[in-house]
């Protein structure tokens, strides 16, 4: 198949959701639609429990994270070894926080348009110095910004690749390299790049990057990717650990700890299973589209979503066309009452203060997004 939207099979894959049987579902950026595919996966899970038990865990379920820490390593473009599974981001951004010497670096660059567990992991710390970048436009970082506050005292340049407040993508291989140029760390949330923007990792020079299942890789809450550097995983020993990071695991010796010496080493306990089954679902689908095609759908999507905002007289906080995701911002007086009322009519969007946020994915049409902004526009 070629990645000409104009030869995307959509009836199939909508077929996949039954949500978009039920309501028009455009927030995606914040939860990705369930597929029958991981319902089907989430059933394996559940007859494994019902007949096997604990057994399960050492001929099915150990076997299945493999099959999924394999799934995210092809698909953002790393090897395996560089891939640990993690309950959360904010769980990722702890460990890798504690796995750092920090050393005479005690400064922290984040921004004001990152979401917030990123600067919270160094806000705490009172021995941290957390700068937080400003937008000139309340839209984007200008990469001089980050030039300008890195320097040899600073210890990660740690900020996201989508903004989750205004769908702004950020140049990850350009900031890997200012921080690198002053010694430092390059450490990037990637939560709503990961499904919608291509991604090979091993090609941006960034040190960690987080992504999950939960938006955009429609595989449900309770896990998290991370991405270590294979360059750095030996030089690193986090201070947060648990028995999944050891080579000794069912060892049980409290005195036999050893890291293990991939990214497993940063893992942090029993992985949430069920999420594990709904993530291959998800991670599957995906594959099969294909991140290209879906790309140049979503880019499709918003720019119909974008025009028929305009005609319909609304304003928009939206980046140039270049650093725009599937992320659209629209200004709004009453965004909670807005949510509502298009609730009540069957579109599912989300808000943030300021805006209403609608988020097209794959899987939309140009009917719904025509359906969600009329709607808007009787509010």
Known sequence: MTNDPSSFDLSSFRAEFPILARRTY??????????????????????????????????????????????VATFWGSSTAEVACLPSTSAALAVVGESVPTGSRNKVICTELDFPTLPYQWVVKPEIELVVLESPDGVRIDPEQFETAVDERTLFLATSHVFFSTGYVQDVSALAQIAHNAGAYCLIDGYQAAGQVPLRLTGTGVDFYTAGPLKWLCGGPGLAYLYVKSELIAQLKPRITSWFATTQQFDFNPSGFEYRPDARRFELGTPALPTVYTALGGQEILDEVGIERITARNNELTDHLVAKARDSGFAMALPELKHRSAIIMIQHDDPAG??????KRGVIVDHRPGFVRISPHFYNTK????????ALATY
């Open 367 to 374: 009917e719904e997004i025509d359906q969600c902004i009329e």
């Open 338 to 343: 807005a949510v509502v009322h298009l609730a």
């Open 26 to 71: 455009l927030n995606s950026c914040s939860l990705g639609a369930l597929s029958k595919r991981s319902e089907r996966y989430l059933d394996e899970f559940q007859e494994l429990w019902h007949d096997m038990g604990a057994s399960a865990w050492y001929h099915h379920w150990l076997n299945r994270i493999e099959d999924l820490r394999i799934r």
